[in-house]
């Protein structure tokens, strides 16, 4: 089986206050994993294209355009992961890396510009208040909660 790689960002403002999540429809197909992804809000990121002509920064920024349209221009990217998980007997990669958007106004309305229409909202949303719960109306999925907040994973591949 070939390796795969998954590729997210934790993308904040500057004063670490708002992380930006995105809102993900119910994959109609199973991921390379053999998963079932349910709706849900989570990172920005996704899977790699080509492995071969496509580094892990390329496909954040790629998906960040793409799920937000936002553009690399106003991020910092931490070149180094903050988070590698091996999954599935080593044949799938997850990454996280931190970024840093530099923007004085969050509240602008992103728009998202997925080509397969999987992300239908983009939205910076308080760190605190999502750790604690009080952000009633957004379903995280909990390995994401789980990787905003730097927990380990019990399932990781050693």
Not at 91 to 99: E, G, L, N, P, R
Not at 117 to 132: C, H, K, S
């Amino acid at each position: 089986m070939a390796s795969t790689k998954t590729v997210y960002l934790r993308l904040w403002t500057p004063d670490k206050r708002h992380v930006l999540l995105v809102k993900n429809l119910p994959e109609l197909e199973p991921l390379p994993n053999g998963v079932h992804k349910g709706e849900g809000w989570g990172m920005v990121g996704g899977g790699q294209k080509r492995q071969d002509l496509e580094n892990d920064i390329t496909t954040a920024i790629r998906e960040l355009g793409e799920e937000t349209s936002l553009t690399a221009d106003k991020i910092t990217i931490d070149p180094e992961p903050s988070i590698v998980e091996r999954r599935g007997n080593g044949s799938h990669t997850v990454i996280v890396y931190d970024a840093t958007y530099y923007t004085d106004d969050i509240s602008t309305p992103l728009r998202p510009n997925d080509p397969k229409g999987q992300i239908t909202e983009a939205r910076w949303v308080n760190f605190m208040n999502l750790l604690n719960g009080t952000v009633d109306d957004l379903k995280i999925y909990k390995t994401h909660l789980r990787m905003l907040n730097d927990e380990p994973n019990p399932y990781s591949a050693r």
